[in-house]
């Protein structure tokens, strides 16, 4: 029963939230649906009787049994009238709590960090939250209702069945009781399997986006891949759909039979009842009550315990949400927005970080000093950690040992908000919005993230001015094919709009780029990276690229193999040493001899 009403309260609570008028029209029209059945079944119980005296006096009493199913018509219109309203006072709700419920799991999302987007068994639990749990709280809810309402008319059923045989109230549960421990058993067992195959079914999730987005179609058409992805799609559905079919059958198996028990203990107490008549215990009337509050006793019953295993059920999908919703974040660290050292720049002093579940660490004593106005190029072979190096820098993660500060302040103590607006950075694997070109810019300070002007000065800034004026709608031109009028830009031209992004942060005093101008070709890079130096005269620049001629013009270069720095200098300093810098630089130099 814990089980049952776990999440009950919550699911009230949150449903109060949405919508109070509603959840009291409810609360009213579930006590008059639950009430409404048993009028009707008395008045039924006194047409019959009138009838019955009414013959006996030669009609005439026919203007009394008249009335009473005038009554009786006007208590059915009711009952149909409270139904409807119920119906569609949940379809409002499920709107509005549907919407609700998927806020606060956006809502949670933005408070997560970063580790919990690369971790897998995180992504199941997401997967798990927004395929059920945005309808369950209604459902939990309706069914408590639905709960409520059948035990105020089995209640008065049973007020009234008393009068005839107190066993006649066991009777109307225990039916009720086989199929309800069925449908507990089932429902677990359906629970079990929704939650251990949840990577699966995002498997699914992602074949269907590879096969239908635009991203991914160049490479599936080429390379052919359609057939064996859409047969792999085919192939997890066969599986699950072997699961759901076994479990459907046994439960339907389960339920079938034991609903008989249930028909053989409705048609016993017929039988009992028709006796009773015979020999005189009870009025035709009173028979005809008793089998109306039998049938719909033994059917509110039923719906009680089908409740109970509904809402056991409901819990069991809740515990997913509010798992989700519960899942600990880590409170702000700080709330400087200044150092007491604005000339120091960015220290890194004996650093080390490695990923959650990974075996090696991604950095290892990383000790360096970036002074305002200094540049710094990262270089490295891939996974030596310049990425990670800018993560944390960012505060995206934590390092393990030691310490990154910035003006002579740690990092952990910085206001996050603050720390974020002195940085603008634009990673290799930069987002591409399906929104407006000016968004897409705007994007790099949501401050600021709907000003045009800023727009187009960022995007003078980023090389990306020039071809945005040749756009059918220039800056409100959309961009991408999912959405009517959409425009695709060239892999250059996108990474000058990710360029631009970068500059909507005017007061940013550490600018980085991790390798955003992959496709842009070599000179175009070198007079972006030269633009870019002179533009960021006094801030602190970080450039992470593969192509020795940017990484020349920084002041200092430092080499990175396998998390750990082992050079560092300038180029001509570096070249002269003769070591794996100068081996890269070669071999990249012989290519283009």
Excluded at 99 to 121: C, G, P, W, Y
Excluded at 167 to 184: D, K, M, R, T
Aim: aromatic share 8%; glycine share 8%.
């Amino acid at each position: 029963m814990r089980g049952v009403f776990r999440y009950g309260l919550r699911a009230l609570r949150l449903v109060w939230q949405t919508n109070r008028t509603l959840l009291v029209a409810l609360s009213a029209l579930s006590l008059i649906a639950g009430l409404l059945p048993l009028g009707i079944a008395v008045v039924t119980k006194l047409i019959f009787d009138a009838v019955l005296a009414a013959r006996a006096a030669a009609g005439h009493a026919a203007g009394h049994v008249l009335t009473l199913v005038a009554l009786e018509g006007a208590l059915v219109a009711a009952l149909a009238g409270a139904q409807r309203g119920l119906s569609l006072c949940q379809a409002l709700l499920r709107a509005q709590l549907g919407q609700r419920v998927n806020v606060m799991i956006l809502e949670k999302a933005l408070t997560l960090e970063l580790q919990h987007f690369e971790d897998s068994e995180f992504y199941d639990r997401l997967t798990q939250t927004r395929r059920e749990a945005s309808s369950r709280p209604l459902s939990l809810v309706m069914r408590t209702f639905g709960l409520m309402q059948n035990a105020i008319s089995l209640l008065s059923y049973a007020v009234t069945l008393v009068s005839f045989s107190p066993w006649a109230v066991l009777l109307l549960v225990a039916g009720g009781v086989p199929a309800f421990l069925s449908e507990v058993k089932f429902s677990g067992d359906a629970f079990r399997l929704f939650r251990w195959r949840s990577p699966e079914t995002r498997m699914q999730t992602y074949l269907e986006t590879v096969l239908a987005r635009e991203d991914h179609a160049k490479e599936v058409k080429l390379f052919g891949l359609g057939p064996r992805l859409l047969q792999r799609y085919r192939d997890i559905f066969t599986r699950l759909y072997a699961e759901d079919r076994a479990l459907s059958i046994r439960r339907d198996s389960w339920g079938s039979a034991l609903g008989l028990v249930a028909t053989g203990i409705v048609y016993g107490a017929y039988a009992w009842i028709a006796r009773a008549t015979i020999l005189g215990s009870i009025t035709p009337g009173q028979m005809t009550m008793y089998v109306m509050l039998f049938r719909q006793g033994q059917s509110a019953a039923t719906a009680m315990l089908s409740a109970i295993g509904g809402m056991y059920e409901d819990n069991l999908y809740l515990s997913t949400l509010y798992e989700y919703l519960e899942t600990p974040v880590a409170p702000p660290l700080g709330a400087a927005s200044r150092g007491p050292n604005p000339r120091d720049g960015v220290r890194f002093e004996q650093v080390s970080f490695t990923y959650p579940g990974a075996a090696e660490p991604a950095l290892v004593d990383i000790d360096l000093h970036l002074p305002p106005g200094g540049s710094l190029a990262l270089v490295g072979e891939n996974g030596s950690g310049k990425t990670t190096l800018i993560k944390l820098l960012t505060r995206l993660y934590q390092p393990d040992r030691g310490r990154i500060l910035l003006d002579g302040l740690p990092l952990a103590e910085w206001d996050e908000q603050a720390l974020r607006a002195r940085i603008g950075v634009i990673f290799q694997d930069f987002a591409r919005y399906q929104m407006l070109v000016g968004e897409n810019i705007g994007a790099g300070d949501e401050r600021h993230f709907e000003e045009e002007a800023r727009w187009g000065a960022a995007a003078d800034l980023g090389r990306a001015a020039h071809f945005i004026e040749q756009l059918p709608r220039r800056y409100h031109t959309q961009l991408g094919k999912w959405f009517k009028d959409g425009q695709e830009l060239s892999g250059g031209q996108w990474q000058k709009i990710a360029l631009a992004r970068a500059f909507m942060r005017a007061e940013a005093d550490v600018l980085v780029l991790d390798e955003p101008t992959a496709a842009i070709d070599a000179r175009a890079e070198a007079e972006v990276f030269e633009h870019f130096r002179s533009l960021a005269r006094g801030r602190i620049t970080i450039l992470i690229s593969h192509r020795f001629s940017t990484v020349r013009m920084a002041d200092q270069i430092v080499v990175l193999h396998k998390g750990r720095i082992i050079e560092r200098g300038s180029h001509e300093q570096l070249v002269a040493d003769g070591r794996h810098y100068a081996q890269l630089f070669a071999l990249q130099a012989q290519g283009y001899r």
